[in-house]
């Protein structure tokens, strides 16, 4: 029992570390460009500390979400930021995709396309672990993408069913063109490793636990893809 919550709460904070980094580099970011223009185009910068203000509530938001499910699995009971006991918090899934996908898409420039099907009826058949590691790929794979490749012009998430194999499965991946000349691309994008079950190889190893992979590499000229096959029974 011990070693099960032991395991438990450091996947917690993993996952604590990956959401509030890729809200945090998108800050920096955004400070970045308002320091750009700031001199020349002073009307542009309202709009993106508004989006720095959004992006730090929404960094706040995973820190509580995350202490209060580690709080529960000590057995001790989630209070809020007034002292009262809050409610118990629901595990990030599919449709928390498209709100990570959103804020990298107003964080940068690159084209960012989602392909999923976000309809109730699909998402509420994916097993809730399958959709957290789903959710956990997708942040890792574009936290990387805006500090290792942010001039990439293009960006692909994919969530989809299938290929059929003999158990359905789950696709994810995660894929960018290449970078501008000077960066350092997709060939150090896999190299970031922490403790906690965080990085990609990290996030290979709770694949396989699930009886899934997750493989990344260099994608056509200097691209990158991350890509998860999660099986769904």
Known sequence: MHEARRSQR???AGDLHDFVAHDVSGIVVLAQAAQV????????VLPLLQQIEASGLQALGSMDRTVHMLRSSDGTSPVGRDGTDASPPVAYGLEDIVGAVDRFRTAGRAEVRLDMDRSPERTGRIPREVASTAHRVVVEALTNIRRHAATAPWVTV????????????????VTNGPPADGETGGGHLGDREHPGASGLRGLAERARVLGGTLEFGIHGEYGWRVTAVLPLD
């Open 10 to 12: 450091l996947q917690l």
């Open 37 to 44: 223009i700031g001199a020349d185009r002073p009307e542009e």
């Open 158 to 173: 994919s969530v989809t069913p299938g290929p059929e194999r003999p158990r359905p499965v789950l696709t994810v991946s």
